[in-house]
């Protein structure tokens, strides 16, 4: 027992200071160290894994679980963005917008399967009455099944105000690929940021609601561009075989590029919100998680609608992998966010989320 105590004590060790950090990786550029970004992305599991060791050292009358137990209490600020209990609801909509952002994978046009849901895809959006809708991943295809979906979703839209853009086959922005709609008239709307190199970016339409001008910035940060031999690769782990060690080498010198070139994102959006003249509501796929630079650089000061009102879990990409919240909808710290939502549909890989916000 001796020695499986020891045993266990150096990886509760190696745990907590892969933990403490995790803690660190939100505020170092990707740039200039990009191996603490990993563990900011692995924050959840380090969780869980000290709190398993904790069970361990509880279990066998051993005291050594405060070890772990200070430091998850160190990094508490970390918990509420991705758990929360009690959402925060009303039924009040004077002076609010209801919003909607979603990633929508171009409503399931690269897939080989056909699009189920679309009826309640429908119904869900007539239960919101969304006031602003972001998505990203949009663009109309011509197939029949996806052809009908933007039919009757500019349908729907009839009678809103947008601006969609997107990038063409020489890569310059033009077309289609993400859209805001607004009930509200639109004055003002362009690009905040663009990557030559890159199909990310980022756009904005000041609406005036309410007697006010707001501004929408709806952001597809970074991908990371996995493709099926990697996501094979983690559904099998293996360390014996070739094929598979080799694309643990290709995941990690991808995951390092998005988060290099998030990094610069994420800064180009901050020094737009801080030059804004308007108040901000920022919605869009950031593809990383709530404990990473990226998120934290354009949160700023801004409030994140799920700490505010949402409940549970806060997992917004239901794909392979990364299983966490990389969706966000953010607001001015002056605003309140009530009856946040996040539903599946089966032809994205990301939860259609939705709140209210008041506008003070």
Same mark, same amino acid.
């Given at each position: 027992?001796?020695?499986?105590?020891?045993?266990?004590?150096?990886?509760?060790?190696?745990?907590? +200071?892969?933990?403490?950090?995790? %803690?660190?990786?939100?505020?170092?550029?990707?740039?200039? %160290?990009?191996? =603490?970004?990993?563990?900011?992305?692995? %924050?959840?599991?380090?969780?869980?894994?000290?709190?398993? +060791?904790?069970?361990?050292?509880?279990?066998?009358? $051993?005291?050594?679980?405060? @070890?772990?137990?200070?430091?998850?209490?160190?990094?508490?600020?970390?918990?509420?963005? @991705?758990?929360?209990?009690?959402? /925060?609801?009303?039924?009040?909509?004077?002076?609010?917008?209801?919003?909607?952002?979603?990633?929508?994978? @171009?409503?399931?046009?690269?897939?080989?399967?056909?699009?189920?849901?679309?009826?309640?895809?429908?119904?869900?959006? #007539?239960?919101?009455?969304?006031?602003?809708?972001?998505?990203?991943?949009?663009?109309?295809?011509?197939?029949?099944?996806?052809?009908?979906?933007?039919?009757? +979703?500019?349908?729907?839209?009839?009678?809103?105000?947008?601006?969609?853009?997107?990038?063409?086959?020489?890569?310059?922005?033009?077309? $289609?690929?993400?859209?805001?709609?607004?009930?509200?008239?639109?004055? #003002?709307?362009?690009?905040?940021?663009?990557?030559?190199?890159?199909?990310?970016?980022?756009?904005?339409?000041?609406?005036?609601?309410?007697? #006010?001008? =707001?501004?929408?910035?709806?952001?597809?940060?970074?991908? *990371?561009? !996995?493709?099926?031999?990697?996501?094979?690769?983690?559904?099998? *782990?293996?360390?014996?075989?070739?094929?598979?060690?080799?694309?643990?080498?290709?995941?990690?010198?991808?995951?390092?590029?998005? !988060? =290099?070139?998030?990094?610069?994102?994420?800064?180009?959006?901050?020094?737009?919100? &801080?030059?804004?003249?308007?108040?901000?509501?920022?919605?869009?796929?950031?593809?990383?998680?709530?404990?990473?630079?990226?998120?934290?650089?354009? /949160?700023?000061?801004?409030?994140?609608?799920?700490?505010?009102?949402?409940?549970? !879990?806060?997992?917004?990409?239901?794909?392979?992998?990364?299983?966490?919240? *990389? #969706? @966000?909808?953010?607001?001015?710290?002056?605003?309140?966010?009530?009856? %946040?939502?996040?539903?599946?549909? &089966?032809?994205?890989?990301?939860?259609? +989320?939705?709140?209210?916000?008041?506008?003070?």
């Amino acid at each position: 027992m001796f020695i499986i105590n020891r045993i266990v004590f150096a990886l509760n060790g190696l745990a907590i +200071l892969a933990l403490l950090l995790s %803690y660190v990786a939100p505020f170092v550029s990707p740039e200039l %160290y990009w191996p =603490v970004a990993f563990l900011g992305l692995a %924050y959840p599991v380090l969780v869980l894994l000290n709190c398993v +060791l904790m069970v361990y050292w509880i279990a066998v009358f $051993k005291l050594r679980f405060l @070890y772990s137990l200070i430091i998850i209490l160190l990094g508490y600020n970390f918990i509420p963005s @991705y758990v929360q209990f009690g959402a /925060k609801a009303t039924s009040e909509n004077e002076n609010s917008l209801s919003i909607v952002s979603f990633n929508s994978k @171009y409503f399931g046009a690269y897939e080989s399967k056909k699009i189920e849901q679309p009826d309640r895809f429908f119904e869900i959006l #007539d239960k919101i009455n969304p006031d602003v809708l972001c998505f990203q991943e949009f663009q109309n295809y011509h197939t029949p099944i996806e052809k009908n979906m933007f039919k009757r +979703l500019f349908k729907r839209m009839k009678g809103f105000y947008a601006y969609n853009i997107g990038l063409d086959n020489e890569g310059t922005l033009n077309g $289609k690929g993400m859209v805001i709609f607004s009930r509200y008239p639109i004055i #003002d709307s362009g690009v905040v940021e663009h990557q030559e190199e890159t199909s990310n970016f980022t756009l904005f339409a000041d609406i005036v609601a309410h007697g #006010d001008t =707001v501004r929408i910035i709806n952001t597809h940060l970074q991908s *990371i561009k !996995f493709d099926p031999p990697q996501y094979d690769a983690v559904k099998n *782990i293996s360390l014996t075989n070739d094929s598979a060690v080799s694309q643990y080498t290709t995941i990690t010198k991808k995951l390092k590029r998005a !988060f =290099v070139k998030r990094a610069k994102q994420a800064e180009a959006v901050r020094d737009f919100i &801080e030059a804004s003249p308007h108040k901000i509501i920022l919605t869009g796929d950031f593809n990383d998680s709530p404990t990473s630079y990226a998120f934290r650089t354009v /949160k700023g000061k801004m409030k994140d609608a799920f700490v505010e009102a949402g409940s549970g !879990f806060s997992r917004t990409y239901v794909g392979a992998m990364p299983s966490f919240r *990389i #969706d @966000y909808m953010l607001h001015d710290a002056s605003f309140q966010s009530s009856n %946040y939502y996040a539903k599946v549909f &089966e032809f994205s890989d990301h939860k259609l +989320l939705s709140c209210t916000i008041k506008l003070k």
